[in-house]
Structures are given as structure tokens and as C-alpha cells.
């Protein structure tokens, strides 16, 4: 495979950045890969590990860098763009990963160099662990990345990061920032909120025993904690940098709640089978789309989870 850029630059160590960096090398699409992370600790990982070229500071990371990815959380992108902004290469493609696209570009923004290609990304590839030894090469395979390029962006600058996605493994769609947000809202953002709700309840509920949730959570309840064991900090600062889309969501979803309970109390069971069909048709569109196993039980083996 030809090298897209001679020397990608990844600002966060984390699952996201070490999968890329991991998946960058089996494409061999990259030169030199170098990175940075906030904590000497993930540093000295990432350095074990082998993952890239790791530098003490952000700015040292990004200098002389084609494309640097910001794999931060949300939260923390403005500080980061402040302090590598000066540093950023002319004529530099930089892009980020943020699970958010509305409130990324609004930090970005005011900090970039007018030198600079802006090409926010995400994609929409992850798991439950995190940190730089949560990373594989194949997390992004069969995967899609959301580019979201500004108006007016340079389309063969658009064309070679979406070639990047591509030796990654994923597939690429664009959309604009506040389509995106509205569309992880319900994809992502909603049902993480749920997920963690529905943990906290059965972890409050004393009528039934910790050890009993515990003991029968293959009824249902584990896959809900796998999605609730999710990262904090990045799920604190997704919930409160994608506010609008998130309550408009959950809005809807109070309301179906409240027709499926008045279903429940008037035994109206005609509405339940209705809607669970409606919502099994989903689950088939997403295996005929290849997003998922078509094995019993996610393919887990019995007994165990897999
Ligand atoms: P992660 O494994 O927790 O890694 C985050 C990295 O960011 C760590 O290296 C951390 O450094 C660094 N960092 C945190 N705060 C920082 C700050 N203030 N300044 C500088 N560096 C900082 O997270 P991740 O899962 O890779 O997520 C990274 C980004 O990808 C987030 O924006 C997230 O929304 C997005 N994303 C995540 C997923 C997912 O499922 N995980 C999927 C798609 C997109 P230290 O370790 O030194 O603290």
C-alpha cells in the first residue's frame, strides 16, 4: 500500500489513537507515526508498547506533522488546540476523532491556523476498555468513519484523509456537524444514557440483591452493563457537549416509554406486539448491513461470555 502521509501526529494515547496507530501500521499507509498523551504514565505505555514515536510535549508531537488526529476527549480539545496550534505544519490536514461534531469545531475553530486543512472526523468504532493497551489493529475494520468537512473544504485534502480511513480498514460517509450529532444521539448517545440508567436502577433496587443481578444477568441486563461500563470521563463530556441532540432524544424515548407502560397497565397487548415487531426489523437490517453477528446471543458460546 502507497504511504498517504509521510507523518501522522495522534494528541491522546487512548483506545482510539493506539487502534489507529496499530491499524496505520498493518496498511503500512503512514511514514512515521508520533504521539503524545497528557500523563507521563500513558506515555511510558505507549512507549512499551511501541505504539509511535512518543514525545513529551503536544506541540513536539504535531511539529513537522502531515495529519494529526485529536483523540481526545471532547471535553478537553480547546486546551489541546491551544497548545499545538502554533506548532501545526502549513498546509497540515488536522482532524480529530471526538464523538461530538458541533462543540469540536466550535473549540477547533478560533484556534486554527489559516495554513491549516480542518477536517473533523469520527469513527464510529469503539469497546468498553480504554487506555493504550485497549487498542487493535482491526477495530475500525468494516467500521464507518463520519467525515465532516467544512464548507469550501479542499476536496482532495477530503479524498486523501478519507484514503487514510480506508487503508484503516472503514468505510466513509460525510454529513454535516449537526446531522451527526442528531444521528449519534440516537445511535450512541441515547442508548448509553439508558444503559447506564438501567445499571443504576437495578443497582439501587434493594428488594433484589446485588449477588441476585449479578447471578441472572444473562437475562438481559449484562449487555446493558457492558455499554455502562463505558469510559466516565469521555461519556461525562459527550453527554455535555451534545446536549441539544441528547435531550431531543430522550425526549421522544420518555414519551414511547410512557405508551408502552399505559400499554402494560391496559394489557393492551396488540400495541406491545406491534411495536416489538417494528423494533425486531431493526436488529435484521443491522446484520444484513454486516454491523453485527447474525449468532444467537451476539455469538457469545453458551455458558460464557465470549
Ligand atoms: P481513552 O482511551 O480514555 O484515551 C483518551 C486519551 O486522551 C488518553 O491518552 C488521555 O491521556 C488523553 N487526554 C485526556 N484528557 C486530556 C487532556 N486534557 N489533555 C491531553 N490529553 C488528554 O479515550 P478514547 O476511547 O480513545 O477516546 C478518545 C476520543 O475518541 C474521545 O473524543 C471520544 O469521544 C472518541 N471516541 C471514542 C470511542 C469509544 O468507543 N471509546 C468511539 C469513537 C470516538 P492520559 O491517559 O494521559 O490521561
New binding site residues.
Given amino acids: 500500500m502507497p504511504v498517504i502521509y509521510d507523518r501522522v501526529a495522534l494528541?491522546?494515547?487512548?483506545?482510539?489513537?493506539s487502534s489507529i496507530a496499530l491499524a496505520a501500521k498493518r496498511a503500512g499507509c503512514v511514514g512515521e507515526i508520533t504521539g503524545y498523551?497528557?500523563?507521563s504514565?500513558?506515555r511510558d505505555t505507549a512507549r512499551e508498547l511501541d505504539l509511535c514515536t512518543v514525545c513529551d510535549t503536544?506541540a513536539a508531537a504535531v511539529r513537522d506533522a502531515d495529519l494529526v488526529i485529536l483523540?481526545?476527549?471532547?471535553g478537553?480539545m480547546d486546551?489541546?488546540m491551544a497548545e499545538i496550534a502554533p506548532a501545526l505544519k502549513a498546509g497540515a490536514v488536522l482532524s480529530d476523532?471526538?464523538?461530538t461534531k458541533l462543540s469540536v469545531i466550535a473549540a477547533v475553530e478560533p484556534h486554527l491556523p489559516e495554513s491549516v486543512h480542518f477536517i473533523p472526523a469520527?469513527?464510529?468504532?469503539?469497546?468498553e476498555h480504554?487506555?493504550?493497551r485497549?487498542g487493535f489493529a482491526e477495530l475500525y475494520d468494516n467500521r464507518w468513519c463520519i467525515l465532516v468537512p467544512p464548507e469550501g473544504a479542499d476536496r482532495d485534502q477530503v479524498a486523501r484523509l478519507a484514503d487514510f480511513w480506508h487503508a484503516l480498514g472503514a468505510n466513509t460517509d460525510e454529513m454535516d456537524a449537526d446531522h451527526h450529532d442528531l444521528v449519534l444521539a440516537v445511535t450512541s448517545h441515547a442508548p448509553h444514557l439508558i444503559a447506564y440508567t438501567m445499571v443504576g436502577v437495578a443497582d439501587d433496587l434493594s428488594r433484589v440483591t446485588d449477588s441476585e443481578v449479578i447471578k441472572y444477568s444473562a437475562a438481559g441486563f449484562r449487555d446493558f452493563t457492558r455499554i455502562a461500563a463505558?469510559?466516565p470521563?469521555?461519556w461525562r463530556?459527550?453527554f455535555l457537549h451534545n446536549k441539544d441532540a441528547t435531550l431531543e432524544i430522550l425526549g421522544r424515548f420518555t414519551e414511547e416509554l410512557f405508551a408502552l407502560q399505559r400499554a402494560i397497565r391496559q394489557g393492551d397487548g396488540d400495541h406491545l406486539h406491534a411495536y416489538f415487531t417494528r423494533t425486531r426489523a431493526i436488529r435484521r437490517g443491522i446484520i444484513e448491513a454486516g454491523q453485527d453477528t447474525d449468532a444467537p446471543n451476539f455469538g457469545r458460546t453458551p455458558g460464557g461470555a465470549k
Fill in positions: 494528541i491522546g494515547l487512548g483506545l482510539i489513537a498523551a497528557r500523563s504514565d500513558t503536544a483523540c481526545v476527549p471532547v478537553a486546551s489541546v476523532v471526538g464523538s469520527h469513527p464510529l468504532a469503539g469497546t480504554s487506555g493504550p485497549a463505558s469510559d470521563t469521555m463530556d459527550v
